[in-house]
């Protein structure tokens, strides 16, 4: 199986603009084998907790239709990014689509203090079932805690997915972590992050995929859009740059 992390540049608050770029690399992971594709944290609005509230969606939006379609089409499953409103507050969401199937949500679980004062905490873990792989999904801070990946992978996951948005040294910080979790737990990771203006920061890419020895097996520099494809049927990884003209 082929997985696909995306390393993008969201443009700020502007979902109609943000969502057409993630089709685009949707159509350009699927050509290329991918059976699931993640993105950086808040990758539809942009990393701007600021907006979070105006812009949050439920994951049910028709808006948010044309990604459902391009799943069904293309049987390809979508990790994105969204603030998500609940009663209990707004969420640092990522909803996921699956083909033919209802759509999901899981929300970051533990938030880092800067983000206390727009979001609140989500309550459940996800594992995601993707052909024969059971995948767990983390969202930027809480991948940072052993804790978090080892609790997944007692519950059967066997890769960690992870979808960030992070500064130069928190991309420092992941790149000694990361391979950690793949070693200690033996399973590969995948990790989205973002480039570009990101709320008070520039997002510093380095989006990678880890084996589960955790050797790196491919990454993407400090500014580029692209793609990490990880191949779990050999535990190969390639690195490419965005298509610019999509099919």
Not at 123 to 135: N, T, Y
Not at 181 to 191: D, F, I, K, S, Y
Request: net charge negative; glycine share 10%; hydrophobic share 45%.
């Amino acid at each position: 199986m082929k997985l696909c992390a995306v390393q993008l540049a969201s443009l700020k608050g502007d979902l109609p603009g943000n969502l057409q770029r993630h089709l685009a690399c949707i159509e350009q992971a699927a050509a290329l084998g991918a059976e699931l594709v993640v993105f950086p944290e808040l990758s539809l609005t942009g990393y701007e907790p600021s907006l979070a509230r105006q812009a949050a969606l439920p994951v049910s939006s028709e808006r948010l239709g044309p990604l459902q379609a391009a799943c069904d089409r293309l049987g390809i499953t979508v990790a994105a990014g969204l603030p998500l409103p609940t009663p209990h507050g707004i969420r640092i969401g990522m909803p996921i689509f699956s083909p033919g199937a209802p759509r999901q949500a899981y929300a970051k679980r533990r938030l880092h203090d800067d983000e206390l004062p727009y979001f609140t905490p989500g309550d459940q873990a996800l594992l995601l079932q993707v052909g024969e792989h059971r995948l767990a999904t983390a969202i930027c801070y809480e991948s940072m805690f052993m804790a978090h990946a080892a609790a997944a992978r007692e519950h059967g996951a066997d890769l960690y997915l992870v979808s960030v948005a992070k500064t130069a040294k928190g991309i420092r910080e992941g790149y000694a972590h990361y391979p950690e979790v793949a070693r200690e737990l033996g399973m590969p990771v995948l990790m989205a992050n973002c480039v570009g203006p990101a709320d008070t920061f520039i997002g510093a890419g380095g989006s990678a995929a880890w084996d589960s020895q955790g050797r790196l097996l491919a990454s993407l520099d400090d500014h580029s859009e692209g793609l990490i494809i990880l191949d779990l049927g050999d535990a190969s990884a390639v690195a490419l740059p965005l298509d610019p003209h999509p099919a």
